[in-house]
């Protein structure tokens, strides 16, 4: 399993549209987010750096299986909120993208700086979710909790309009009930209280990211 840390490929420049301004308007909110999702990463591992341990999760611990999976579904939700920025064509849609590649890249410094402060590898030898009791059996095709499969990313990606709005708010809803019930995970069996501290932090966001979605594809009729 790979944790990797996201350097999307999808922060191409926006396409220029017959309106100019509007196109150049675009290409710099792109540039703009690719520049907060690095100062966010950066804020990330240095938060992490700020919270001393002093009783290390070993490899196989809750804490460990839980940093590095939650990397990789934070990951997938970056993609998809960039896409979300780049491609939506409702107001709304763009900066809940936006906020949510943010926020999740800078979770993602703060996780990978946890495995690094702990002396462990970025990932690990056990299966997705091994971390919890019945997480074999929440994988599905190899994905975690609520992740799309890459038939879905490559329909996302290439979705355009209304289509797409309603296609990504889906998407992410289902993508972040996903991640709660993994930050849940953490929060029953995690024993590190920086981790615990964190991940609370993680399942309020994410709750109030659920309220914005379901708000925007009721208004979208979706």
Do not use: C
């Amino acid at each position: 399993m790979t944790a990797a840390v996201t350097t999307d490929t999808d922060l191409d420049e926006a396409p220029v549209t017959g309106d100019g301004d509007r196109g150049a308007a675009r290409r710099f909110g792109v540039l703009a987010l690719a520049a907060a999702i690095v100062v966010g990463l950066l804020l990330g591992y240095a938060g992490g750096l700020l919270t001393p341990t002093f009783t290390r999760p070993g490899n196989n611990s809750a804490e460990a299986g839980f940093a590095r999976d939650m990397t990789t579904h934070h990951a997938q939700a970056v993609a998809m909120g960039l896409m979300a920025f780049q491609q939506g064509q409702d107001p709304e849609v763009r900066q809940i993208g936006g906020d949510i590649a943010t926020g999740q890249q800078g979770e993602i410094g703060t996780m990978q700086t946890w495995l690094r402060s702990w002396q462990l590898d970025p990932t690990g030898d056990q299966p997705p979710m091994a971390w919890m009791p019945d997480g074999a059996g929440l994988v599905k095709n190899g994905l975690m909790p609520g992740m799309a499969t890459p038939d879905e990313m490559a329909k996302l990606r290439t979705a355009q309009g209304r289509e797409f709005d309603v296609l990504f708010l889906q998407m992410m809803i289902r993508h972040h009930l996903g991640g709660i019930h993994m930050i849940q995970g953490i929060l029953d069996q995690g024993h590190d209280k920086d981790v615990l501290a964190v991940a609370q932090i993680m399942k309020n966001t994410q709750q109030t990211d659920l309220t914005n979605l379901q708000a925007a594809l009721k208004r979208l009729g979706g």
